[in-house]
C-alpha cells in the first residue's frame, strides 16, 4: 500500500498509475510528457525510446517503472524482452547498434547526474550517427525517467503483483498510447 491513500485500487493501478489518478492536473501534463518523449515522430523507434526508459529505470532499481517499460520495449522490438534483458545486463556486449549504446551510456550517465554528461560521451554519440535531437532526447527520457522513478519509490506504490500485468499493459501502450492510462 502506497503510503499515502491514493484513492485507487492499487492492483488495479500499480506503480505510477495510481498517483496520476490521484492528482489529474499533474497527471495528465507527465502522460503528455511520456507521449512525445516515447511514441511521438522521432528517428529513434518507440522500442528504441522505451528501452532507454527501461535501462535508466533499472538502474534506478524502479521494480515497477523498470518491468513497465521493459515489456512496452520488448513488444516493439523484433528481439523482445531477449534484447532487452541483455542490454540491461551487459549494455556493451548486447547485439544493438553502436549508436544505441552511445545514447544509451549517456542515459546511464544522467541516471548517477547530469554532470555525469560528458564531451566525450555526446562526441561518441555524434560520432556513431547520432543527432541533436536523438542525444537531446535520450537526456530528455532519462532525466523524466529517474523522476517518475523517484515519483514512484518516492509514494511507496507497488508494483503490479501478477507479472503477465506488464504484458497485457504492453498491448495498449503499443496500440492506443499513453494519453489513455488513468
Not at 550517427?129 to 511507496?156: K, P, Q, S
Request: glycine share 8%.
Amino acid at each position: 500500500m502506497a503510503y499515502i491513500d491514493l484513492g485507487v485500487d492499487e492492483t488495479e493501478l500499480p506503480g505510477v498509475r495510481g498517483p496520476l489518478r490521484f492528482r489529474p492536473e499533474t497527471g495528465r501534463p507527465l502522460l503528455e510528457l511520456v507521449e512525445v518523449l516515447l511514441r511521438g515522430p522521432h528517428s529513434l523507434t518507440p522500442g528504441e525510446r522505451e528501452l532507454i526508459a527501461a535501462y535508466v529505470s533499472g538502474r534506478n532499481e524502479c521494480t515497477y517503472c523498470c518491468s513497465a517499460h521493459s515489456a512496452y520495449a520488448a513488444a516493439q522490438l523484433a528481439e523482445g524482452m531477449t534484447l532487452v534483458d541483455q542490454v540491461r545486463a551487459d549494455l556493451d556486449n548486447a547485439p544493438i547498434s553502436a549508436k544505441l549504446r552511445a545514447l544509451l551510456h549517456i542515459a546511464g550517465a544522467v541516471q548517477v547526474s547530469g554532470r555525469e554528461v560528458t564531451p566525450e560521451l555526446v562526441a561518441t554519440a555524434r560520432a556513431e550517427g547520432a543527432t541533436d535531437l536523438e542525444i537531446h532526447d535520450t537526456v530528455l527520457i532519462a532525466a523524466a525517467f529517474c523522476m517518475f522513478n523517484r515519483y514512484v519509490d518516492g509514494l511507496g506504490t507497488q508494483p503490479a503483483a501478477d507479472p503477465g500485468w506488464y504484458e497485457r499493459a504492453s498491448g495498449r501502450i503499443v496500440n492506443a498510447g499513453y494519453r489513455q492510462v488513468v
